[in-house]
């Protein structure tokens, strides 16, 4: 882990990616689905991005930020290239999904700080 908290490490593949220490990365439907379930007490926000996505690398830093503001609220990073279920819906990249329950209850599209912290803001446990 280096100062920031981002883990460098190689992670197993029987369990979501880690990308922070309260940050997820999603692989698969399979992760997907139960990171939500997992999560359902609690509001989840997923960043659906891809590797090849400028947009999602030059926002990720204030997305990890933003993320450490709202420490009761769950995040994961989900790749749309691995993905096939979990990305139906999803029409921009990047793209911040808001659930709670396990079911989507709102969305920010595009790389928008201001607007991505005014919807963690009202979303927080």
């Known amino acids: 882990m280096d100062a920031d908290g981002i883990i460098l490490q190689p992670q197993p593949k029987d369990k979501p990616a880690m990308i922070a220490a309260h940050m997820a990365g999603l692989r698969t ?3 997907f689905f139960t990171y939500l ?5 609690n509001t989840a926000v997923i ?12 926002f990720f830093p204030t997305w990890y930020k933003l993320s450490k503001k709202y420490t009761q609220t769950k995040y994961a990073v989900a790749q749309v290239d691995t993905l096939k279920q979990a990305i139906r819906g999803v029409k921009y990249s990047p793209s911040f999904h808001f659930y709670r329950g396990g079911r989507l ?18 979303h927080q446990d």
């Open 37 to 41: 379930k997992e999560n359902k007490p």
């Open 105 to 122: 209850v709102d969305r920010v599209l595009g790389k928008e700080p201001q607007r991505l912290d005014d919807h963690l803001w009202m």
């Open 29 to 31: 439907d399979d992760e």
């Open 47 to 58: 960043q659906f991005g891809a590797s090849w996505c400028t947009k999602c690398a030059e």
